[in-house]
């Protein structure tokens, strides 16, 4: 820092003295050239005021003087200088044509005869009625010899002061930078978390109050790297202990950090700083994890490895990094499976003996004469009748949540709509609702699927309208996405309601519900059907106005 200190401040010197000395030099320059225009004037007035036609002027000048005497049509008479043979004419010379206009300035350009940078100055002169000019010029050079002659006198001022700065930059930079030297000392202890020097004295006060500032950061920072590591150790065992998997990583997919639960689940060690590759050979969840990263939003998803189920939440954090969290969900997944399996099972054992309920209850009333009996046995075959369709829709779930192969087929949205609407036709007339097809659309997957799914929708939209209803299936398709828009004007649904709609015999009003012959299962089959393709539900409603249900499906 001392060296240059001193090249710097002989730099700033040496800057200085060139700027000021160039300075000196220009304001001479033009000191000396204005001198050198006065003067020129009053030679040219001396000489133009005592002009004589009869004296010889080429032998009685100063050699630095040239006269030119020119006549009124620009010929030169005489000249001090050269030879008038040789000479041009100089009536559009720029100071002839100054003084004819009487208006004589100075003028400073290159002589056509001797190549000399020269100033010249013109008046007009009277013989008789006739008027010549008298013109004087001389050399520029002058003044400038005269500038150049200071020149080493300066160069040697400017060697003694940058000299002398120099010295004085040595001797006093130990001074000036000793203070600077106890705050870069401290601030180095400050950053190696050792211990502050002793609290220094100099004799600038401002720099005794800036360490004495640095001695209290630095405590305060000592406090601060405690509590620091505290914390981190805190975190960690948190980290550690907890029984979700976490890993943290940037956006070119490397580590950052893992959990010791998420390095159990992949089976690995000093995950840190490696790709997440080095996670799992399992392409399936690297291109999940990366394809939500090109989508840019946070997201959960269900993942199944080595044997265990796992629900991700891959969400973004400042700075680009990236937090993704496995819960492990193998328990309540079997036990969704057993529920499942149970639900399949009961809804078969219950169904037969229903259906023998039912015909043996079909046949009473058909042989049944007794009018104390009709309205029993007309009770006994409704409630039968629901609780088949009830058995009936819980069998299709079960089925739907057991889907693993699908039979990939192209299916005329349009088609199935207008055979939906055929089958609904008793319902919807019986309730005085219209029922209208708009649009088409195909898509590949099972017709039954797609079946179930519209007839639910349309269902639900015709038992839930008002007398003289409208109820439209709009169907759309672009090259990304194929899109089922059920639209009616019923009742509309609460917003409380909206979230639940969707679970298993969830009913906004159940009393409406067994009027209606709701089970409670229609959407609940719509969305498991959306999820088999991946698809996404739109839900809008207004109380009183209407409900408007969009399955958006992406090819």
């Keep these: 820092m001392k060296k240059k200190y001193i090249f710097y401040n002989a730099i700033v010197t040496f800057v200085a003295l060139v700027l000021m000395f160039s300075l000196f030099i220009v304001v001479t320059k033009n000191h000396d050239q204005n001198q050198a225009e006065k003067e020129i004037q009053i030679i040219t007035e001396i000489y133009a005021s005592n002009y004589d036609v009869n004296f010889d002027y080429s032998n009685s000048v100063d050699e630095n003087i040239r006269i030119t005497i020119i006549d009124s049509t620009g010929k030169v008479i005489s000249d001090s200088s050269e030879n008038i043979d040789t000479l041009d004419n100089h009536i559009d010379r720029e100071e002839i044509v100054a003084a004819l206009n009487n208006n004589p300035k100075t003028c ?23 008027y010549i000019f008298v013109r004087i010029s001389m050399p520029l050079s002058n003044i400038l010899n005269l500038v150049l002659r200071t020149i080493p006198s300066l160069l040697l001022i400017l060697f003694f002061a940058l000299t002398l700065s120099i010295i004085i930059s040595y001797f006093f930079s130990k001074n000036i930078l000793y203070p600077l030297k106890l705050v870069k000392d401290n601030l180095i202890n400050i950053k190696n978390g050792e211990k502050l020097s002793d609290f220094q004295t100099t004799y600038d006060e401002d720099i005794n109050k800036i360490l004495l500032e640095i001695n209290d950061i630095g405590d305060k920072l000592k406090l601060n790297f405690i509590q620091l590591k505290d914390n981190e150790a805190q975190l960690d065992y948190v980290l550690n202990n907890i029984s979700n998997g976490i890993i943290a990583f940037d956006e070119n997919e490397r580590i950052k950090l893992i959990n010791k639960t998420a390095g159990t689940i992949f089976n690995i060690n000093d995950a840190e700083n490696k790709t997440l590759n080095y996670l799992s050979l399992d392409i399936i969840l690297i291109n999940k994890i990366r394809s939500i990263l090109l989508d840019g939003k946070n997201q959960f998803f269900e993942y199944y490895y080595n044997g265990n189920y796992y629900v991700c939440n891959l969400m973004k954090i400042k700075n680009d990094i990236y937090i993704l969290v496995l819960n492990d969900i193998t328990e309540a997944k079997n036990n969704e499976i057993i529920r499942s399996e149970f639900f399949a099972n009961a809804s078969h054992e219950l169904k037969t003996p229903l259906t023998a309920i039912k015909g043996f209850t079909e046949v009473i009333m058909f042989k049944n004469t007794d009018e104390s009996l009709k309205k029993p046995l007309e009770s006994i075959n409704k409630e039968s009748n629901r609780i088949l369709i009830l058995i009936e829709d819980m069998l299709k779930l079960s089925k739907l949540e057991n889907v693993k192969d699908i039979t990939w087929n192209a299916v005329d949205l349009l088609q199935l709509s207008i055979e939906i609407k055929e089958v609904l036709q008793p319902l919807y007339e019986s309730k ?26 349309v269902e639900n939209s015709i038992k839930y309208n008002i007398d003289n209803g409208e109820v439209k299936i709009v169907l759309n398709q672009t090259d990304s996405e194929v899109t089922i828009e059920v639209i009616d004007n019923g009742i509309g649904i609460d917003v409380e309601d909206r979230n639940r709609i969707f679970e298993r015999f969830y009913r906004v009003n ?21 999820q088999i393709y991946n698809g996404n539900i739109m839900l809008s409603s207004t109380l009183g106005k209407g409900t408007s249900i969009k399955i958006i499906f992406s090819k």
């Design 108 to 130: 400073i350009r290159k002589s056509d005869s001797t190549d000399v940078k020269m100033i010249y100055y013109a008046l007009k002169a009277y013989d008789g009625d006739n």
């Design 510 to 530: 159940k009393s409406r519900s067994r009027n209606t012959g709701g089970t409670g299962l229609g959407l609940s089959i719509v969305k498991h059907i959306t």
């Design 432 to 457: 005085n609702v219209s029922l209208k097809i708009e649009g088409k659309a195909s898509f590949n997957g099972e017709k039954e699927h797609f079946y179930e799914l519209i007839k639910n929708l």
